[in-house]
T-cell receptor
C-alpha cells in the first residue's frame, strides 16, 4: 500500500500558485519524498524529490515539514499545461528496493 | 535526446492469446522498470531490472507474466494466456544507474483483452 495520503482533487486559477499537500506520517529516516505528475494519456514525469531540506528546481518547490510527516509541492505560477494527476511517493534509495509505490494522487485542474 | 519508447502504443488481443510488449530505454540507462496502470489508479510496480538481471520481480501478479532484458538494454514483457483483467496501460521507465533518483517513463502500451 502507498505510504502517502493526498486529497483526490484540487482546483487552481491560471497564474496563481498551486499548493499540493501530502501526508506521510509513517515515513522512515532514510526515505525520500518524490513527486511525479501524469498528464492525461502520457507516462508519468518526475518533478522533484527531497529528504529533509526544502528543494527548488525549474518546475516546482518542495517544502518538507521539520518532523518530515508531511510536505507540500508548490507550482509557483500554474498554467493550463500543469493540469495533471500529481503523485507523492516515499521511498528509500538503497539496496534493491527501487520500486515506486503509487497511490491515487491529486487531480489538479488549472482553470483559465 | 531520445526518451524511453514503447511499442506497440496500442495492442488489442483476444482472451487466451500471447502478447509481447517492448520497451527501449534511454541509451546507457542500466535500470529498467515495468509498471501497469488501470483506469483511475496509480501505476502498480511489476518488475525491476538492473542490467540483464531482474533485481525485483515481486510485482508480477502470476506466472503468466514474464519479462526479459537479455542484453541489458531493450526489455520485453510477455503475457501468456491473456485474461480480460490484464487490460491496462503498461508503462516502462529507465534510470541511468541503480542509485539515481529519477525514473524516466515512456508513453506506455495500452493493452486491451477482449
Amino acid at each position: 500500500d502507498a505510504k502517502t495520503t493526498q486529497p483526490p482533487s484540487m482546483d487552481c486559477a491560471e497564474g496563481r500558485a498551486a499548493n499540493l499537500p501530502c501526508n506521510h506520517s509513517t515515513i522512515s529516516g532514510n526515505e525520500y519524498v518524490y513527486w511525479y505528475r501524469q498528464i492525461h494519456s502520457q507516462g508519468p514525469q518526475y518533478i522533484i524529490h527531497g529528504l529533509k531540506n526544502n528543494e527548488t528546481n525549474e518546475m516546482a518547490s518542495l517544502i518538507i515539514t521539520e518532523d518530515r510527516k508531511s510536505s507540500t509541492l508548490i507550482l509557483p505560477h500554474a498554467t493550463l499545461r500543469d493540469t495533471a494527476v500529481y503523485y507523492c511517493i516515499v521511498r528509500a534509495n538503497a539496496g534493491n528496493n527501487r520500486k515506486l509505490i503509487w497511490g491515487l494522487g491529486t487531480s489538479l485542474a488549472v482553470n483559465p | 535526446g531520445a526518451g524511453v519508447s514503447q511499442t506497440p502504443s496500442n495492442k488489442v488481443t483476444e482472451k487466451g492469446k500471447y502478447v509481447e510488449l517492448r520497451c527501449d530505454p534511454i541509451s546507457g540507462h542500466t535500470a529498467l522498470y515495468w509498471y501497469r496502470q488501470s483506469l483511475g489508479q496509480g501505476p502498480e510496480f511489476l518488475i525491476y531490472f538492473q542490467g540483464t538481471g531482474a533485481a525485483d520481480d515481486s510485482g508480477l501478479p502470476n506466472d503468466r507474466f514474464f519479462a526479459v532484458r537479455p542484453e541489458g538494454s531493450v526489455s520485453t514483457l510477455k503475457i501468456q494466456r491473456t485474461e480480460r483483467g490484464d487490460s491496462a496501460m503498461y508503462l516502462c521507465a529507465s534510470s541511468p544507474r541503480q542509485g539515481a533518483f529519477e525514473q524516466f517513463f515512456g508513453p506506455g502500451t495500452r493493452l486491451t483483452v477482449l
